[in-house]
């Protein structure tokens, strides 16, 4: 009989036996559950279905994130039901506009655990996997589903192992390194499966860094992503997390379907060229596009390391074209506010927005023109993201976002950050 | 039985920013509005001229992207019933069990048919004909059937439910 996977071991918990393998259906019972600007549609499917109350509101976490403060007087009565549903179910666990994105925000509270299980309602959650947890987004029926039974219907997947050793190079970051993994193994590369890194690399990263990876997975189709947990990660929730967890790991003997290896060494900053996140170039060939837009934020790239990496770029510099810096959480933006980060990012000309999703998924807060460019440290650049179909997205780590920002092209920070 | 569908073809990694987008996910609330916007940054065509019966033919990597269940259900509500691609993002493909919309991963076939051709099925049998080509229609778990059999979750809800 051979070891298991982490997904296995995760799920198996989950569903509350003693052991599952790829391939099986189960139900599972997350730990946690959560779901943003959509609780409301989701409400709507829940009241069809006839169920009358969320069962275990205490597991259950909804955050105003997506189109925050309200641009439109639907969004406002969107946000406006959701507040209702809240106080109707009981649900405590809700976040207002302004305090973040989904992710980041159930990140900061510490509400998911290593070893646990959470759902949520937005194909991001594969974020979770940076602190060892199954993390899978679900759809808005199955978010109605989880409500009213506490369950879901899984297919075990198979999962692939990921092994990068080494140490990054001085300004490559973790977005770079998934980007490369999605430009080197395709938009698909992980469909349907757990993805599951090893190696030394990840243990040499910062916690903002590590959450870029299994966030940016979800381009890679990944059903959920996973980092070993160490020491680092026990030691952020101490202080925080309000029980106790047993973090699980992959047997030494479990069953990947492929087994991958990446040297850090190997892996230079890049770019992704419209429209697709798959559709990778090194930094050098993506130079001087021309730019009309840079934008700093989201669940991926838009913590305090994220901010405080543009504002080494922007020092002392002015910015040739508007530079929007959407901080991830309330957290993000006190802490950016205390150390000085955001008084150098508005001196170099940056405009700051409420912490939440911004113009990412083409709300508001920034949609560009037609035919404008942006570079963005975000996910996703597929036709029309950002609300318009004619404007290309270019995306890049942060240090070359905040680069392109005071150029007008597509730009090596390296030049600013010699002098 | 046979049921004969008229095909629509797309190509690899379509994502669910161009079935349906990102910017009205807050906003359009009825079948009616949300099917009209079905594929808007794609194919123009579609809404307009989709009808009851018709099927969706894609290549890899179907319906990538954000977890928007209206990408399902735009195509739904579109009068779409079945899709068929060489392969689904995971997600989506979840949202069309749960939407009571069967996929099919069927590799080649998006490469054999053009949009308009004629895609007769076989369900009982598991194949799929086009011009005398036989495409074989992999099974799926029980539990996945069930779900698809009731027309979705939320009517196997109703049942658990209000015992409809």
Same mark, same amino acid.
């Given at each position: 009989?051979?070891?298991?996977?982490?997904?296995?071991?995760?799920?198996?918990?989950?569903?509350?036996?003693?052991?599952?393998?790829?391939?099986?259906?189960?139900?599972?019972?997350?730990?946690?559950?959560?779901?943003?600007?959509?609780?409301?549609?989701?409400?709507?499917?829940?009241?069809?279905?006839?169920?009358?109350?969320?069962?275990?509101?205490?597991?259950?976490?909804?955050?105003?994130?997506?189109?925050?403060?309200?641009?439109?007087?639907?969004?406002?009565?969107?946000? *406006?039901?959701?507040?209702?549903?809240?106080?109707?179910?009981?649900?405590?666990?809700? +976040?207002?506009?302004?305090?973040?994105?989904?992710?980041?925000?159930?990140?900061?509270?510490?509400?998911?655990?290593?070893?646990?299980?959470?759902?949520?309602?937005?194909?991001?959650?594969?974020?979770?996997?940076?602190?060892? %947890?199954?993390? &899978?987004?679900?759809?808005?029926?199955?978010?109605?589903?989880?409500?009213?039974?506490?369950?879901?219907?899984?297919?075990?997947?198979?999962?692939?192992?990921?092994?990068?050793?080494?140490?990054?190079?001085?300004?490559?970051?973790?977005?770079?390194?998934?980007?490369?993994?999605?430009?080197?193994?395709?938009?698909?590369?992980? %469909?349907?499966?757990?993805?599951?890194?090893?190696?030394?690399?990840?243990?040499?990263?910062?916690?903002?860094?590590? *959450?870029?990876?299994?966030?940016?997975?979800?381009? +890679?189709?990944?059903?959920?992503?996973?980092?070993?947990?160490?020491?680092?990660?026990?030691?952020?929730?101490?202080?925080?997390?309000?029980?106790?967890?047993?973090?699980?790991?992959?047997?030494?003997?479990?069953?990947?379907?492929? @087994?991958?290896?990446?040297?850090?060494?190997?892996?230079?900053?890049?770019?992704?060229?419209?429209?697709?996140?798959?559709?990778?170039?090194?930094?050098?060939?993506?130079?001087?596009?021309?730019?009309?837009?840079?934008?700093?934020?989201?669940?991926?790239?838009?913590?305090?390391?994220?901010?405080?990496?543009?504002?080494?770029?922007? @020092?002392?510099?002015?910015?040739?074209?508007?530079?929007?810096?959407?901080?991830?959480?309330?957290?993000?933006?006190?802490?950016?506010?205390?150390?000085?980060?955001? @008084?150098?990012?508005?001196?170099?000309?940056?405009?700051?927005?409420?912490?939440?999703?911004?113009?990412?998924?083409?709300?508001? &807060?920034?949609?560009?023109?037609?035919?404008?460019?942006?570079?963005?440290?975000?996910?996703?650049?597929?036709?029309?993201? &950002?609300?318009?179909?004619?404007?290309?997205?270019?995306?890049?780590?942060?240090?070359?976002?905040?680069?392109?920002?005071?150029?007008?092209?597509?730009?090596?920070?390296?030049?600013?950050?010699?002098? | &039985?046979?049921?004969?569908?008229? *095909?629509?073809?797309?190509?690899?990694?379509?994502?669910?920013?161009?079935?349906?987008?990102?910017?009205?996910?807050?906003?359009?609330?009825?079948?009616?509005?949300?099917?009209?916007?079905?594929?808007?940054?794609?194919?123009? %065509?579609?809404?307009?001229?989709?009808?009851?019966?018709?099927?969706?033919?894609?290549?890899?990597?179907?319906?990538?992207?954000?977890?928007?269940?209206? *990408?399902?259900?735009?195509?739904?509500?579109?009068?779409?019933?079945?899709?068929?691609?060489?392969?689904?993002?995971?997600?989506?493909?979840?949202?069309?069990?749960?939407?009571?919309?069967?996929?099919?991963?069927?590799?080649?076939?998006?490469?054999?048919?053009?949009?308009?051709?004629?895609?007769?099925?076989?369900?009982?049998?598991?194949?799929?004909?086009?011009?005398?080509?036989?495409?074989?229609?992999?099974?799926?778990?029980?539990?996945?059937?069930?779900?698809? %059999?009731?027309?979705?979750?939320?009517?196997?809800?109703?049942?658990? +439910?209000?015992?409809?």
């Amino acid at each position: 009989m051979t070891g298991n996977t982490f997904v296995e071991k995760v799920l198996a918990r989950a569903a509350g036996l003693d052991s599952v393998r790829a391939g099986d259906v189960i139900d599972v019972r997350p730990d946690i559950i959560f779901s943003h600007d959509n609780t409301a549609a989701i409400r709507r499917i829940f009241e069809a279905t006839g169920a009358a109350r969320i069962i275990r509101p205490e597991r259950v976490v909804f955050t105003l994130d997506h189109a925050v403060p309200a641009p439109t007087t639907r969004h406002a009565q969107n946000h *406006a039901e959701i507040r209702e549903w809240a106080n109707l179910q009981g649900v405590a666990n809700f +976040f207002e506009v302004g305090r973040g994105i989904c992710h980041q925000v159930i990140s900061e509270e510490a509400l998911v655990l290593p070893g646990e299980t959470i759902f949520g309602s937005d194909s991001h959650s594969t974020h979770f996997g940076w602190l060892g %947890a199954f993390g &899978m987004g679900v759809g808005r029926t199955e978010m109605a589903a989880l409500w009213a039974t506490g369950e879901l219907w899984i297919q075990v997947p198979e999962a692939v192992r990921l092994t990068v050793t080494g140490t990054l190079r001085g300004g490559v970051t973790a977005k770079d390194l998934a980007l490369h993994v999605i430009g080197r193994w395709g938009a698909d590369g992980a %469909a349907y499966r757990s993805l599951e890194f090893a190696g030394d690399t990840i243990g040499t990263m910062s916690l903002d860094e590590r *959450a870029v990876i299994p966030n940016m997975m979800a381009e +890679f189709g990944a059903m959920n992503a996973y980092l070993p947990p160490d020491d680092a990660i026990f030691a952020y929730l101490e202080d925080k997390r309000r029980r106790n967890y047993t973090p699980l790991f992959p047997d030494s003997d479990a069953v990947y379907s492929e @087994a991958w290896g990446i040297q850090a060494e190997d892996v230079h900053p890049v770019v992704a060229l419209p429209h697709n996140p798959d559709q990778v170039v090194s930094l050098p060939e993506a130079a001087g596009v021309p730019i009309q837009q840079a934008f700093l934020g989201t669940c991926t790239n838009g913590r305090y390391s994220d901010l405080e990496a543009a504002a080494r770029v922007v @020092a002392g510099h002015h910015v040739k074209i508007r530079f929007i810096v959407i901080p991830a959480s309330s957290q993000v933006l006190q802490r950016a506010i205390e150390s000085g980060v955001l @008084a150098t990012l508005i001196e170099a000309g940056a405009t700051i927005g409420t912490p939440g999703c911004g113009p990412c998924m083409g709300n508001h &807060m920034g949609i560009p023109a037609p035919d404008e460019a942006t570079i963005s440290s975000g996910n996703r650049n597929f036709r029309g993201r &950002m609300g318009t179909p004619d404007a290309p997205v270019y995306l890049a780590n942060p240090y070359v976002v905040a680069a392109s920002a005071l150029t007008g092209c597509i730009t090596d920070p390296g030049e600013f950050l010699s002098c | &039985m046979l049921t004969a569908h008229r *095909a629509w073809v797309y190509g690899d990694h379509v994502n669910t920013d161009v079935i349906f987008p990102g910017k009205y996910t807050y906003t359009l609330k009825t079948p009616e509005e949300i099917a009209s916007k079905a594929l808007e940054d794609l194919d123009p %065509a579609f809404a307009a001229q989709v009808q009851a019966g018709d099927v969706i033919v894609a290549g890899r990597n179907w319906g990538c992207g954000s977890s928007r269940e209206q *990408a399902v259900t735009a195509l739904k509500y579109a009068g779409i019933s079945i899709m068929i691609a060489a392969s689904f993002n995971g997600l989506y493909y979840r949202n069309c069990i749960n939407q009571g919309v069967w996929p099919v991963v069927c590799s080649g076939l998006a490469e054999y048919v053009r949009t308009g051709d004629k895609i007769e099925i076989d369900r009982e049998n598991g194949v799929m004909l086009v011009r005398n080509k036989s495409f074989k229609i992999p099974s799926l778990p029980d539990s996945v059937r069930t779900i698809l %059999a009731a027309g979705g979750l939320v009517p196997m809800l109703q049942k658990r +439910f209000q015992g409809a």
